[in-house]
C-alpha cells in the first residue's frame, strides 16, 4: 500500500480542483484500554482530531491555501530589480529572502515546520543591464534599464524538504534621471513593469509527529505517507520608485500595483500509530487517517509599498528591502550587488 502513495499525490496535484476537496480524517482510539487507563476514549479522539485539524489547516483550508498563493506572489518583489544603485553599464546581485500573507509583520512561517499561515521562501540571482551601454551612454538608451533574475534551489528540514524556484525580467524607465554630486545625489524618478513566476513546494520527508497534551494525558500522532503542498503565481509588478544618497547610504522608497494569477495545492494521504504517555505505558491507544486534497487562489491583484537602505562601499552594494501588501501581505529581502 505503500508505494500507492507517490501516485495519489500524482493524481490529485494532476487534479487540480476548484474548490478544495472533502476532509478524510479518522482518530481511533481503544476504548478498552482507554478504559483500563482510566481515560476517557471520547475525549482523547476530539482532543487529537482537533489538534490534527488545526496543524494541517484541514478547518480554514481555503483561506490557508489562498494565503500561501499571496505569499507565493510577494516572495521575489524587488529581488529581480535595483532601485538603489543608479548604474549606468552593469549590475550583477543575489538575495534572500520570504513572502508573508495573513501572519503579520514577519519573515518566518511561525512556529511549526509547516507554515502557521502563508509564506514563500525564496533566493534569486539577478543580472541588469543599462541599454546605455550600447550608445554611449548618451540618448533615450541611457532611460532604460533591463533585468533578469532567477534561482532554482532544494532544501531540507526536519520533516519537509522544500523546492524553490524562481525567474522572470524587469524592464526600467528612468522618467527622470538620477542627478548626482559629491556627497548628495537624488535617483531621480523610475518607473519598472515586469513579469515574475515563482514555486514553493513542501514534500514530507520523514515522520511528522503531532502532539495534544490534553485529555488528561500526553498523545502523540506520529503521521507518515505522502503530503505535498505547492504554490504557484505568476505576477505582472508596475511600479514608481525613488532614491536618495547621502554619503555612502542610499535610502529608496516606491510603491506598485501587482496582477497576479496563482493556485496552491496540498494533497495528503497519512496514516500512524498514536501514542500516550500513561503511567507504566507509553501505550498505542489507536491510529489516525487524513486522505485530503485542498485548493486555494491568489488575489487578482494589490497595491503594495516598498522601500529599504543601501550601504555603497565604491562598486560593492549591500542592502535590504520590505514590502508591505495592503492586503496583509508583509516580506522582505536583503542582498548584495556589484554595479557599473
Known amino acids: 500500500m505503500r508505494c500507492l502513495g507517490p501516485l495519489f499525490v500524482t493524481a490529485l496535484m494532476v487534479a487540480t480542483p476548484v ?25 482523547m479522539e476530539e482532543s487529537l482530531g482537533g489538534t490534527i485539524q488545526d496543524e494541517l489547516h484541514l478547518g ?32 550583477v546581485g543575489w538575495s534572500v529572502g520570504s513572502g508573508v500573507s495573513a501572519g503579520g509583520a514577519t519573515f518566518n512561517k511561525g512556529g511549526q515546520e509547516l507554515p502557521d499561515y502563508g509564506f514563500s521562501f525564496q ?9 546605455g551601454l550600447l550608445s554611449g551612454g548618451e540618448g533615450f538608451l541611457s532611460h532604460i534599464v533591463l533585468f533578469g533574475h532567477g534561482m ?27 542627478q548626482d554630486a559629491e556627497v548628495i545625489a537624488w ?23 503531532i502532539s495534544a497534551p490534553s485529555a488528561g494525558v ?18 505582472f509588478p508596475v511600479e514608481i520608485s525613488t532614491n536618495l544618497r547621502v554619503l555612502v547610504a542610499t535610502a529608496f522608497v516606491g510603491a506598485g500595483m501587482d496582477f497576479n494569477t496563482g493556485t496552491a495545492t496540498t494533497a495528503m494521504e497519512l496514516t500512524g500509530p498514536i501514542e500516550a504517555d500513561a503511567p507504566g505505558g507509553p501505550y498505542t491507544m489507536g491510529d489516525a487517517t487524513v486522505s485530503t486534497i485542498q485548493n486555494g487562489q491568489a488575489g487578482p491583484s494589490f497595491p503594495r ?19 508591505v501588501g495592503l492586503d496583509e501581505g508583509f516580506g522582505g529581502h536583503a542582498g548584495v550587488r556589484v554595479a557599473l
Open 152 to 178: 532554482m534551489l532544494n532544501t531540507s528540514g526536519e520533516a519537509f524538504g522544500a523546492d524553490l524556484l524562481n525567474y522572470g525580467g524587469h524592464l526600467q524607465l528612468r522618467l527622470i534621471k538620477p
Open 123 to 131: 533566493m534569486a540571482g539577478t543580472v541588469g543591464l543599462n541599454l
Open 19 to 43: 474548490a478544495f476537496g472533502a476532509t478524510g480524517m479518522s482518530v481511533n482510539i481503544d476504548p478498552d484500554l482507554a478504559s483500563q487507563l482510566g481515560l476517557d476514549a471520547g475525549a
Open 60 to 91: 480554514d483550508a481555503e483561506a490557508f491555501m489562498g494565503a500561501m498563493a499571496d505569499a507565493s506572489a510577494l516572495a521575489t518583489k524587488g529581488m529581480g530589480v535595483d532601485y538603489a544603485s543608479n548604474f549606468d553599464k552593469l549590475m
Open 305 to 323: 509599498v516598498f522601500g529599504g537602505l543601501q550601504l555603497n562601499v565604491f562598486v560593492l552594494k549591500v542592502y535590504g528591502q520590505l514590502n
Open 187 to 209: 535617483g531621480g524618478l523610475a518607473v519598472t513593469g515586469g513579469y515574475e513566476y515563482t514555486s514553493y513546494r513542501l514534500d514530507l520527508q520523514q515522520s511528522m509527529p
Open 218 to 235: 500526553p498523545m502523540t500522532w506520529d503521521a507518515t505517507g505522502s503530503y505535498v503542498l505547492k504554490a504557484d503565481s505568476v505576477s
